[in-house]
């Protein structure tokens, strides 16, 4: 087990980070949490995750930082199975469960500390996944080694971190800085290597995924900050036409915004 204070240390965020306000009671659940797999931001992702996942309603699947709720959604949704999530901040977790309440969907979700977390009963899950995760610790092989440890064998590692390395690195560090210095600008290949470093581990696929758009660099919301109404229409529409002509690019490390892989934990011999 990492030393606390190590461990701490290895933080680029804390609680407060993820804490920030950005959903109150009055939202619409369903409009938050429940989202089109198809759209032009998740496509390539959602039959990349078709293609290699199995569909198993019997199957356990654990999402490390699952707030706000909507990969535990799209996971049950699609894949049938049976969701949990840990969140490391108190406050997201309790918008997590109420969000989940919501949309009737049932999930446990519990307030921990991927690095203290038990799971129930010591079962180990079918399915680790976490999304923009791991890049908010300066050395990721720790964070990497527990999504390792909470997974059964035979069961599938899924992992999906921002590509900062490519187009939306430089426009987040415009935007905002703070931000920014909150993450680890991960490669393809720094994850690949995290995931293999561990013997038991075969790697299933993986590499840059999505075709181009801004999301990871917060574009449209922080631009909704800094211009006008009427300016922030003509930079959202802009930013839409970008993403059309963006689905003619391939998968790279300079237009992807993605990068991730599926790995699966091989059975003892």
Same mark, same amino acid.
């Given at each position: ?47 990349? *995750?078709?293609? %290699? ?5 019997? *199957? ?7 707030? @706000?709720?909507?990969? #535990? *959604? %799209?996971?049950?949704?699609? &894949?049938? %199975? ?37 799971? @129930?009963?010591?079962? #180990? ?34 992992? !999906? ?8 690195? +430089?426009?987040?560090? *415009?935007?905002? @800085?703070?931000? $920014? ?34 999301? +990871?660099?917060? &574009? =449209? ?10 300016? %922030? ?7 839409? $036409? ?6 003619? !690019?391939?998968?790279?490390?300079? &237009?992807?915004?993605? =990068? ?10």
């Amino acid at each position: 087990m990492t030393d606390a204070s190590t461990e701490s240390s290895n933080r680029l965020t804390t609680p407060e980070f993820w804490d920030a306000p950005f959903w109150s009671p009055g939202e619409d659940a369903a409009q938050l949490v429940q989202f089109d797999p198809e759209n032009l931001e998740f496509r390539d992702i959602h039959r990349f *995750w078709q293609k %290699y996942l199995p569909c198993r309603s019997d *199957w356990r699947f654990l999402e490390i930082g699952c707030h @706000p709720g909507r990969y #535990l *959604w %799209y996971f049950h949704q699609t &894949f049938g %199975y049976q969701v949990s999530g840990i969140e490391y901040a108190p406050t997201s977790c309790e918008r997590t469960r109420h969000l989940m309440a919501e949309i009737g969907l049932r999930a446990e979700i519990e307030q921990a500390d991927v690095f203290t977390y038990t799971p @129930p009963q010591g079962r #180990l899950f079918d399915v680790v996944c976490s999304v923009g995760l791991i890049e908010h610790f300066v050395d990721v092989g720790p964070i990497i080694e527990r999504h390792v440890d909470l997974l059964a064998p035979g069961g599938y590692l899924v992992v !999906l971190v921002p590509n900062h390395r490519g187009i939306n690195g +430089p426009i987040l560090r *415009w935007l905002q @800085p703070e931000v $920014y210095a909150a993450h680890n600008r991960m490669s393809y290949r720094m994850l690949l290597d995290g995931v293999l470093s561990h013997a038991e581990m075969r790697l299933v696929a993986g590499g840059y995924l999505g075709r181009f758009h801004l999301a +990871p660099s917060n &574009f =449209c919301p922080a631009m909704q900050t800094r211009v006008s109404k009427a300016a %922030y229409r003509w930079v959202d529409r802009g930013h839409r $036409y970008a993403m059309r002509f963006g689905q003619w !690019l391939p998968n790279t490390r300079w &237009f992807s915004p993605y =990068c991730g892989l599926i790995a699966q934990k091989q059975e003892r011999s």
